[in-house]
């Protein structure tokens, strides 16, 4: 089964920006839906954006709409995630997960092991 | 946006206990409910998808129920490992998704 594989932890300044990137180990991630969600430190979690790298035509949350990229390496069985203009509360842990169609609807079956994500001046 | 409304916040049980916990959906969101597991730096883990089955893997203890806006998740026997946060997750209206707040279950 494919693993998700995320990059390493990272630490911005404000008003920069961030790319994550979330690896498929163990096959391609061609037909999968990927979403990315965040997890700020003792909270919930927010949904960020989704892609499905055959297609590569991503979908956005609004409250991100202009500031998030979601982008697919078919080649590379990669997703990236890319987030602009940081700001202290977008500290948080980043997951990329694949949505699985089953039943009716579905869920996240495989996650990745999260990227911290660290804005400070 | 879909709200998805937890509760109890925190539920303190003993093993061997029986645990329920509620997700209240703003709105209707059918039968497409998904419940997970979270302990403290790991990633979530999948239980339940379409409100009622489980996943693959999950222990039968683990059992998920409701339609339209009410939905609980039932664990009928507290076993040390599930001493964690719960998560309930509606994808209803696609693309979009939302989570609900958590229930930690910590022991008594």
């Known amino acids: 089964q494919v693993q998700l594989v995320q990059s390493g932890a990272e630490v911005k300044k404000p008003g920069s920006s961030v790319k994550v990137s979330c690896r498929a180990s163990g096959g391609t991630l061609s037909n999968y839906i990927i979403d990315w969600v965040r997890q700020a430190p003792g909270q919930g979690f927010e949904w960020m954006g989704k892609?499905?790298?055959?297609?590569?035509?991503?979908d956005y949350a609004q409250k991100f709409q202009g500031r998030v990229t979601i982008t697919a390496d078919k080649s590379a069985s990669t997703v990236f995630m890319e987030l602009s203009s940081l700001r202290s509360e977008d500290a948080a842990m980043y997951y990329c997960?694949?949505?699985?169609?089953?039943?009716?609807?579905?869920?996240?079956?495989?996650w990745g092991q999260g990227t911290m994500v660290i804005v400070s001046s | 946006e879909i709200v998805l409304t937890q509760s109890p916040a925190t539920l303190s049980l003993s093993p061997g206990e029986r645990a329920t916990l509620s997700c209240r959906a703003s709105q209707s969101v059918s039968t497409y409910l998904a419940w997970y597991q979270q302990k403290p730096g790991q990633a979530p883990r999948l239980l339940i998808y379409d409100a009622s089955n489980r996943a693959t893997g999950i222990p039968a203890r683990f059992s998920g129920s409701g339609s339209g806006t009410d939905f609980t998740l039932t664990i009928s026997s507290l076993e040390p490992e599930d001493f964690a946060v719960y998560f309930c997750?509606?994808?209803?209206?696609?693309?979009?998704?939302?989570f609900g707040g958590g229930t930690k279950v910590e022991i008594k």
């Open positions: 997750q509606q994808r209803s209206k696609w693309p979009e998704l939302t």
């Open positions: 892609i499905i790298p055959s297609v590569a035509t991503p």
């Open positions: 997960a694949s949505f699985i169609v089953m039943g009716e609807n579905g869920a996240f079956d495989i």
